[in-house]
T-cell receptor, first 110, second 111 residues
């Protein structure tokens, strides 16, 4: 069955380190999205991509970057992790309207 | 600014006690209102998409409705397994596929 996976599921890192979160989908969807979810804020869009070599900034993109070299993957990189980036990160993909979400990565920055 | 507001933040029901969750939106040129269910420690699971005022969709004990300013998720005779956080999101106008999410309503159904 087609699916969307994220790795790692849990990560603890230190302030200032570079961290990359992986997202892989097997639906062959063109659209992929990264969100963070924090208490009191709900889901907020970080970056998104409408296809290979296309990337766009969302509402909370500072300190994050993405690259899209193939249809299946959209890795999210934290260039220099900060404590404010402690959160749960969700990846999603869609072809037309409905977005389908991965299981999430819980990131703690100490 | 596009906004989606959900109420109440939390709702406790007894098994069998029907109720409704509210999602009000100020999204310019709304091109779809989405409902998701999220269980603890998991990603949101898609439930419904509504496109125009007056539209209704049903799935088991859930029914979603849409007006020009808000959407309701009606839960009829809920069971404990309906306990979850329900998220509402609006898709904005133009060619964007971006969604604007509300903060969610945490529903607890007691046996």
């Amino acid at each position: 069955d087609a699916e969307i996976t994220q790795s790692p599921r849990h990560k603890i890192t230190e302030t200032g380190r570079q961290v990359t979160l992986a997202c892989h989908q097997t639906w062959n969807h063109n659209n992929m999205f990264w969100y963070r979810q924090d208490l009191g804020h709900g889901l907020r869009l970080i970056h998104y991509s409408y296809g290979v070599q296309d990337t766009n900034k969302g509402e909370v993109s500072d300190g994050y970057s993405v690259s899209r070299s193939n249809t299946e993957d959209l890795p999210l990189t934290l260039e220099s992790a900060a404590s404010s980036q402690t959160s749960v990160y969700f990846c999603a993909s869609s072809e037309t309207t409905e977005q389908f979400f991965g299981p999430g990565t819980r990131l703690t920055v100490l | 600014e596009d906004q989606v507001t959900q109420s109440p933040e939390a709702l406790r029901l007894q098994e069998g006690e029907s109720s409704s969750l509210n999602c009000s939106y100020t999204v310019s040129g709304l091109r779809g209102l989405f409902w998701y269910r999220q269980d603890p420690g998991k990603g949101p699971e898609f439930l419904f998409t509504l496109y125009s005022a007056g539209e209704e969709k049903e799935k088991e004990r859930l029914k979603a409705t849409l007006t020009k300013k808000e959407s309701f998720l009606h839960i009829t005779a809920p069971k404990p397994e309906d306990s979850a956080t329900y998220l509402c999101a609006g898709r904005t106008q133009g060619g964007s596929e971006k969604l604007v999410f509300g903060k969610g309503t945490k529903l607890t159904v007691n046996p």
